[in-house]
């Protein structure tokens, strides 16, 4: 059981460059999020999905794009790296039940911009 | 939108001693309260979560607590050991668009 995976886990790119980091889950999960971490701010919400072609904004949505047109990929593109994008991102999964809403997390992406 | 604040930011404890985070949220509708351990390098993974209808679950060393008309929930983690060595996130979720907001972590040093 693969779970989920992202891709790439490690990546340094230059400001202004497009970056896509990839995110797959093999549960079937409906719901699938972005999430970033930075020191001080903890976990921050960037876009999430309920479904396929399904997608809305989380907290700190500005300079991310998002798609899902699969139910089990999500990925997330930087159109125009800048240095305050630099953090660790965070994808994840979820399938909303009367029991629970546990939430599944990925290893995550070190991106770098410099 | 919901706020969920986390204390302390960082806690040191004796191994064999217990370790206590406590959180507070604002939206009185969330009823869902995960806990998070993050390892060095790793995402967060679940360790124990508990629902706005139960006061309080046991997981072996580790419970959780909720006041709901306090609006606070708290992690309890006895008979610390190195491996729980850790940053642990608190978290609260609406039903409605199954939205997780954290706080801000604890990291939790266990020394020997």
């Known amino acids: 059981d693969a779970g989920i995976t992202q891709s790439p886990r490690y990546k340094i790119t230059e400001t202004g460059r497009q970056v896509t980091l990839m995110c797959h889950q093999t549960w079937s999960h409906s719901y699938m999020f972005w999430y970033r971490q930075d020191l001080g701010h903890g976990l921050r919400l960037i876009y999430y999905s309920a479904a396929a072609d399904i997608t809305d904004k989380g907290e700190v949505p500005d300079g991310y794009v998002v798609s899902r047109s699969k139910t089990e990929n999500f990925p997330l593109t930087l159109e125009s790296a800048t240095r305050s994008q630099t953090s660790v991102y965070f994808c994840a999964s979820s399938e909303p039940r009367a029991s629970g809403n546990t939430i599944y997390f990925g290893e995550g992406s070190w991106l770098t911009v410099v | 939108g919901e706020n969920v604040e986390q204390h302390p930011s960082t806690l040191s404890v004796q191994e064999g001693d217990s370790a206590v985070i406590k959180c507070t949220y604002s939206?009185?509708?969330?009823?869902?309260f995960p806990w998070y351990k993050q390892e060095l390098g790793k995402g967060p993974q679940l360790i124990i979560d508990?629902?706005?209808?139960?006061g309080e679950k046991k997981d072996q060393r580790i419970a959780v607590t909720l006041n709901k008309t306090a609006k606070h929930f708290s992690l309890h983690i006895t008979e610390t050991q190195p491996e729980d060595s850790a940053v642990y996130f608190c978290a609260a979720l609406r039903n409605a668009g199954n939205m997780l907001t954290f706080g801000g972590g604890t990291r939790l040093m266990v020394k020997p």
């Open positions: 939206d009185s509708a969330s009823n869902y």
């Open positions: 508990i629902r706005s209808n139960v």
